[in-house]
C-alpha cells in the first residue's frame, strides 16, 4: 500500500474494524502510560506513587520488590513501555481493509494481545502472592490488554476466514488440476 493512502485510510477510514483497532492503539498508550509512571518510580526518579484509599493498592510495595526486578536484568515498568508499544504498532499496522488484504497482520495482533492477556494475568497473580498488594497501574495496563482482546476478536475471525477461504481455493484448484 502507498503511503498516502494508508495516511489517509488511517486517520479518515471508517469501519467497524478500524474503529474497533483505534480503540485498542488507544488502550495500548494508556498501558504504554501505565508502564512510563511505574518507570519513574522504579528509576528513581519519583521517589513515591500515589494509591487510590483501597487497601489491596500498595504501588510502591509492588514496584520496589524483588518480583518487579526479576526479569531481564531490568525493573518491569520499561518492558511494559515496550510490550504495548508493540501492540499499538500491531493494530496500527494495514490499511482499512487489512484483514482481506493482509490477514496475517490482525492474526498476528490478536496473538499478541492474547499473550499479553494471559501474561498480564499471571503477574497479577505473582503480584499477589509476593506482596499481598496490588500495583493499580500494572492493573489498570492488565484491563487495556483485557478489553484489547475483546475489541481485536472480530477482526481476528475475519482475518482467519479470509485464509481459510484461500486455502479451500486452493485445495479446489489443485485437485481440478490434477484430473
Known amino acids: 500500500m502507498e503511503p498516502n493512502q494508508l495516511s489517509q485510510e488511517l486517520r479518515e477510514g471508517n469501519n467497524p474494524h478500524m474503529t474497533r483497532r483505534r480503540w485498542i492503539i488507544g488502550l495500548s498508550t494508556l498501558g504504554g502510560s501505565m508502564g512510563q509512571i511505574v518507570s519513574l518510580y522504579q528509576t528513581g526518579i519519583v521517589k513515591h506513587l500515589p494509591d487510590p484509599p483501597v487497601p489491596v493498592f500498595n504501588a510502591d510495595k509492588v514496584d520496589a520488590s524483588n518480583y518487579a526486578y526479576s526479569r531481564f536484568n531490568s525493573p518491569d515498568g520499561p518492558i511494559m513501555v515496550l510490550n ?3 501492540t499499538a504498532w500491531l493494530a496500527a499496522a494495514g490499511g482499512l481493509d487489512r484483514a482481506r488484504r493482509n490477514p496475517l497482520l490482525p492474526i498476528a495482533m490478536g496473538v499478541k494481545i492474547l499473550l499479553d492477556t494471559v501474561v498480564s494475568a499471571e503477574l497479577a497473580r505473582e503480584e499477589w502472592a509476593e506482596n499481598k498488594a496490588f500495583c493499580e497501574y500494572c492493573q489498570v495496563a492488565t ?13 481476528v475471525l475475519a482475518a482467519t476466514r479470509v485464509l481459510l477461504s484461500r486455502r479451500d481455493s486452493k485445495k479446489a484448484e489443485a ?3 490434477t484430473r
Open 84 to 86: 504495548y508499544a508493540l
Open 143 to 155: 484491563v487495556c490488554s483485557i478489553a484489547s482482546l475483546v475489541l481485536a476478536a472480530p477482526e
Open 175 to 177: 485437485q481440478s488440476s
